[in-house]
């Protein structure tokens, strides 16, 4: 399940508990992101929940999402979601605007770019270009295209799993 902890006023520490009885799709938590309007975005193997002032919500990909097992997670400035799977990509615009109902989706896959359908992590750098690691090496998206990186450009595996942007943009 995900724990949040949180402090009172009176310097007390507080714990909530949130698990598949409260709504999430599974006790296991692959992935977090907290959004600019204060949503918590929680990626697990069975799903993508959103916890907005304490109430659950559910999508899979019954909802449009290119998978179910949701690796990672970037909630951008805009108040999009960008969601990596073992089938892709997905970008989820519109959120801001309202309900997810309202929004709509965008996946790249290995097919249309993408230097792999399996997605292991995201991070936006400081030039505003969101990087997304993946098993073939990383992947750059910027302005509408999508140029990947390898062992032929310099890696020392193509397999990515995690990453950081650094503020000094390395």
């Not at 007390?12 to 409260?22: A, C, E, L, P, Q």
């Not at 977090?32 to 975005?41: E, V």
Request: hydrophobic residues 40%; without cysteine; proline residues 2%.
């Amino acid at each position: 399940g995900l724990n949040a902890l949180r402090q009172s006023a009176d310097g007390k520490n507080i714990v909530k508990s949130y698990t598949v009885s409260d709504g999430l799709l599974s006790d296991v938590i692959l992935s977090l992101a907290a959004a600019p309007n204060g949503d918590l975005w929680v990626g697990t193997p069975d799903g993508l929940n959103r916890i907005r002032a304490g109430r659950i919500d559910a999508f899979t990909s019954a909802d449009g999402l290119s998978d179910d097992f949701i690796r990672s997670l970037l909630a951008d400035a805009d108040g999009s979601l960008w969601i990596g799977t073992r089938r892709g990509l997905t970008h989820w615009m519109g959120l801001k605007a309202g309900t997810p109902s309202s929004a709509r989706m965008e996946t790249f896959t290995q097919a249309n770019g993408l230097g792999s359908d399996l997605v292991g992590a995201m991070a936006r750098d400081s030039s505003g270009e969101l990087w997304v690691a993946t098993l073939a090496g990383l992947s750059r998206l910027s302005g509408g295209k999508i140029a990947n990186f390898t062992t032929a450009n310099g890696l020392s595996s193509n397999v990515i799993t995690a990453m950081l942007a650094r503020k000094n943009g390395t």
